[in-house]
């Protein structure tokens, strides 16, 4: 069985995923910011063995702490991004945004790379980013998270290509989420909604077959082709 790290484990995909992998038999650590959450987590699930407590959004505590973990672990084969925070701001106040991007972006991008860096020196494993299906457009209500979404999944394309440049079995897999019932779906245009256990199940499966993208749940495939088909003239109408 695979030594998985679960970052963003507290609530919602996260928590279900750790959870899933647990009782599958792996050995999970599991990184969040509410201590007593990841403490719950690992009454509930043994095999959610290890845990920090790290806040992604200061990146060189970060780093360090994740290191650390990975070192106590005696290495990982999967790493999963999960952590990240969404606002519905169409006043664009800035404290918002600034939020979104320091941990979508800022908090992302240097776990990534320590986690890149790590299946590099070992010659093997597999990077999973959960994105969104709003990294395809940007939104008026919601500018940051749209956007940093899309930082996700360039992101991981890059790593795609070192990887693939590097010759090595290490995987990177863009997961792009529709709406998933969690504290970060938003309240408007709710359709095709599940349940936070199912894009777990849906998630767990896209990284046992070590997909390289998928859509949670498959028929928002059909909603991302729509979006990138709409020219701008009717996409600023919806």
């Not at 050995?27 to 509930?44: D, Q």
């Not at 973990?69 to 600034?98: C, K, S, T, Y």
């Not at 990077?127 to 998270?145: F, M």
Request: charged share 20%; aromatic share 8%.
């Amino acid at each position: 069985m695979a030594k998985v790290i679960v970052v963003g484990a507290t609530s919602g995909i996260g928590r279900e995923l750790a959870a899933h992998f647990s009782r599958h038999g792996h050995v999970v650590g599991i990184v969040g910011r509410r201590e007593h959450l990841l403490e719950e987590l690992r009454r509930e699930h043994p095999n959610c063995r290890f845990s920090r407590r790290i806040d992604i959004s200061r990146t060189a505590e970060a780093i360090t702490q994740f290191e650390e973990l990975v070192a106590e672990m005696e290495g990982a084969d999967i790493v999963v991004l999960n952590a990240g925070v969404g606002f519905i701001n169409p006043d664009l106040h800035w404290d918002q945004e600034r939020e979104t991007i320091e941990v979508n972006v800022a908090g992302f991008a240097a776990l990534a790379t320590v986690a890149m860096q790590h299946f590099l020196a070992q010659g093997r494993g597999q990077l999973v980013g959960i994105s969104s299906i709003a990294a395809i457009r940007g939104d008026g209500s919601s500018p940051a998270y749209n956007a940093s979404k899309a930082f996700v999944s360039s992101y991981l394309q890059g790593l795609r290509k070192k990887a693939s440049k590097a010759k090595m079995p290490i995987t990177v897999t863009d997961i792009q989420p529709g709406f998933v019932d969690t504290s970060l779906a938003r309240g408007e245009n709710m359709f095709w909604v599940a349940s936070a256990p199912e894009a777990a199940r849906q998630i767990y499966k896209a990284i046992l077959t070590r997909r390289s993208h998928a859509y949670v749940t498959k028929r928002w495939r059909l909603v991302a082709w729509l979006l990138k088909s709409l020219p701008d003239s009717l996409y600023h109408r919806i």
